[in-house]
């Protein structure tokens, strides 16, 4: 198999272009920090970082669970398990994308590289995580609230509320529909012995922790709307985000889990964009 046919199936195991969750929460803290664009080398490198960060802690995660996708029906068919790619190719894929994300924060700034080789221990920590606690959803969502933290640090090399508000922000985002996608696999984690909130909690517990997740990550923008002084843009943006959060659980049922992806996938990438186009369009006119 050619190195090209191996790329482009890691890719589609790590599913790439789901860089787009958190990689427009890293560009609004990066206009929000240099209160408009940064200059165009940091913007790359801090996109290098996210892109280096993402690609080595989706590949590592699917390394260290190949076996148990390899026995979960929804994911026996991913790349690894199912014989598409080998492990040694992975291995060498993850190993490429932490040096791109190490070499990115180098390029960014002392500090960012100091804090490089922490990230990913945290980063990939992550994946071991659904072994021994339920709340793995939120190490996940800190995993991801990185982003616009580490972002604020590449552009204004300290740590203030606006992108603490942000990691929280993030973080409480993601565990909740993370915790909405975990649903899926709650007979076979109880089989497993894994770890999960829909698992421990029941499905609806579980469903309504994450809308309660949801409705204070909503709070917490109101208050980095005050914080940053923003405008009407961002306002309108809020409120569209709100809407979409209550159509993703309106789409999910304790007893119908039919449209979960559709929830996943679909909806969280639309807020992700929105946020960034509503705030980048009140910092940046």
């Known amino acids: 198999m050619s190195f090209f046919k191996h790329l482009r199936i890691t890719l589609e195991m790590i599913k790439f272009e789901h860089t787009v969750f958190a990689l427009p929460f890293a560009l609004l803290s990066a206009i929000l920090a240099a209160s408009g664009w940064p200059e165009a080398p940091k913007l ?121 508000l942000l990691c929280s922000i993030v973080m409480l985002w993601t565990a909740g529909f993370d915790i909405i996608y975990a649903c899926q696999d709650v007979e076979f984690d109880r089989r497993k012995h894994l770890f999960s909130l829909p698992k421990q909690l029941g499905v609806r517990t579980a469903l309504n922790v994450s809308t309660a997740m949801h409705v204070f990550m909503l709070l917490l923008l109101v208050a980095l709307f005050v914080l940053e002084k923003l405008g009407w843009v961002s306002l ?15 789409l999910v049922r304790p007893e119908d889990l039919s449209k979960v992806n559709a929830s996943f996938f679909t909806v969280n990438g639309c807020i992700s964009v929105l946020l960034l186009l509503a705030v980048g369009l009140d910092k940046l006119t």
């Open 236 to 250: 309108a943006g809020i409120v569209l985000v709100a809407v979409l959060l209550w159509y993703e659980h309106s």
């Open 44 to 164: 790359f490198w801090i996109v290098m970082a996210m892109v280096g960060a993402r690609s080595s802690a989706m590949a590592f995660n699917r390394i260290v669970d190949r076996q148990i996708d390899a026995e979960n029906p929804r994911t026996k068919m991913r790349a690894l398990p199912a014989g598409e790619l080998t492990a040694s190719f992975a291995v060498l894929f993850t190993a490429a994308s932490a040096a791109l994300f190490v070499g990115a924060a180098w390029k960014l700034n002392p500090l960012c590289f100091k804090l490089s080789v922490p990230v990913l221990a945290i980063v990939f920590f992550y994946s071991y995580t659904k072994r021994f606690t339920s709340y793995s959803h939120l190490v996940l969502g800190f995993c991801l609230g990185m982003a616009p933290l580490g972002a604020w640090i590449a552009v204004r090399g300290d740590v203030r509320l606006t992108p603490v």
